[in-house]
Each structure stands twice: as C-alpha cells, then as structure tokens.
DNA sequence: CAGGATCCGTTTCGATACTG
DNA sequence: CAGTATCGAAACGGATCCTG
C-alpha cells in the first residue's frame, strides 16, 4: 500500500457531524452518565455534579432519543418511572468518551480513579464490552 | 489479575474537564482544522464551512491558548500575521478526534473521505504521526 | 414522589460593521 | 490580516407548577 502523505488528506477531513452532540454542553454528560454510572432515570441525571436544569434535560434527552442515541420506555415494574437507555449508536460512543477520559487524565487535573484509567489503558476491547453487561 | 465487574466502576468515573473544550460548539472545530486541514491563521479558520463569527474565533482562541492547546506566534516573514500551531497537549487530542470521526462515519450521515477513514482505521498511530509532519 | 412543562431574569451567542 | 464593538436573538438556570 502506497503511503499517503499528511497533504492528501488536507482539507477533506470535517467533522460534519453532531455538533448538536460534541458541540453540546450537556449532551455528552448524559451519554457519560448512561455509560459508565449506569444512570437510567431522569432524576438520576440531575444528580450529577455538574447540576444540569430540568427544562434542559428534558430537552436534551428528546433530542438525544431523536437522534436514535438513546432508547424511552416505561419501567415495567413502576408507571411513574421512565427508563433511559443507550442504544447500539449510543454504547459506540465509548471509545469517544474513553479517549476524553484519558486525554484528560493526561493533561488536566482530573479525579478520575486510577484503576477506572488502568482498565482503559489495558484491555479495551474488554473494558468496552463489561459497560453493555448490565 | 482479578477481572473487575461494571459495579466497581460505577459512579467513579467523571469527565471533570474540558466542558469548555468538549462542551463549545467552537473549540474542536478550531481544533479539528489545526489538526487535519494544517490551517494556522485567523482568516483560515474563518474559511470552514461552519462559519465561525470573527468575535467567537478571537475569543475561543484566545481561551485555547490560555488552556496550553494552542500557541500563538507572530509570523516571522509577515508582522501583520500570526501563526497558530498546536501544541503537545494539543496534538494529544488526535486520538479523540478520530474517535469522532469514526463514529459519524459508521453512524451519521457525513461525507469524510473514504481513503482518510481506511487511513485511520488502519494504521492508526502511523495516521497520527502523519498529523505532526509538517 | 417521578417526570416533566412553563415562566422569566440573566448570560452567552452570533451576524455585521468597523478598526489598527 | 487580525481582530473589536455593537446589539438583537437564542440559550441557560432556577423556581415553580402540573399531572399521573
């Protein structure tokens, strides 16, 4: 295979994509939160540190759920409660949030837990496929 | 070593950082032209197909720089301009913004070069070096 | 009580015009 | 070329209200 050069790919590379959910302030915290602290409710969601609003999860998991990232049903034990969760496109989004994860492990003061980083450094593979084990 | 279960993980693993980084509109499409289209002046920037504002551009530079993933350097041949370039922590950003790509390219509806997606598919830290070379 | 919806004051954005 | 200044529009956030 021939090698191509950094040129050849100049100016042909966009990000077209999601700017509603990488250039969102809150969306990728609601994916985060589904991924790894297996949040599935909406009051689950407010209780994250960063203290989202209710109007603008509402709105956010609309548009998540419209953009076929996430999945709304009804608990099948309590009719007030609704369950969230990832779908197929959602859950491929782990391997965006791991490079996040240890990027900024990297090159910020982040509290990440070292083991949590550890298991994403290693076996990716693995540490992908035990967040879709429920 | 002893495999860990999802539950241990759980809770534990935050993406404290970047909200201003990974949360703008802006920022990773500053980053994404510095990275993949080698863009390193203001009117450059301005040229994406996003159409950035002057005002917003000046100032996510401006914060990109304060956040050490950017430098910015008058132009040793032309006074009138200034060269921006990434830096360490800012190359690091490579791994995540394929990730992206590559998610939009299997999920989404964008039109990225088919040869730059194998190029990033395969070998991928070949890809990334060929980021550096200038 | 869970899951929102609505109101409303405040902040931020962004298009355009303009400047050194 | 590399930014400011301005100002209307949009988003946010906090509180409260509503509905099953």
Redesign the interface.
């Known amino acids: 295979m021939k090698k191509?050069?950094?040129?050849?790919?100049?100016?042909?590379?966009?990000?077209?994509?999601?700017?509603e959910l990488?250039?969102?302030?809150?969306s990728?915290?609601i994916v985060?939160d589904l991924l790894?602290?297996?949040t599935d409710h909406f009051n689950g969601f407010l209780e994250s540190?960063?203290k989202i609003a209710t109007n603008i999860l509402a709105d956010r998991l609309v548009k998540l759920e419209a953009a076929?990232i996430l999945e709304r049903r009804p608990d099948s034990q309590d009719a007030r409660r609704v369950r969230y969760r990832l779908s197929e496109?959602g859950y491929?989004?782990a391997?965006?949030?791991?490079?996040?994860?240890?990027?900024?492990d990297?090159?910020?003061?982040?509290?990440?837990?070292p083991?949590?980083i550890a298991?994403m450094r290693g076996n990716r593979k693995r540490f992908i496929a035990?967040?879709r084990?429920?």
Do not use: M
């Not at 910020?108 to 837990?113: L, N």
């Open positions: 191509k050069s950094r040129d050849e790919y100049r100016s042909r590379c966009p990000i077209n994509i999601g700017l990488f250039g969102d302030r809150w990728l915290l985060r790894f602290k297996g540190q960063e076929g496109k491929a989004l391997p965006v949030l791991i490079e996040i994860i240890l990027w900024a990297a090159h910020e003061d982040t509290a990440a837990p083991d949590v298991a035990s967040l084990k429920r």
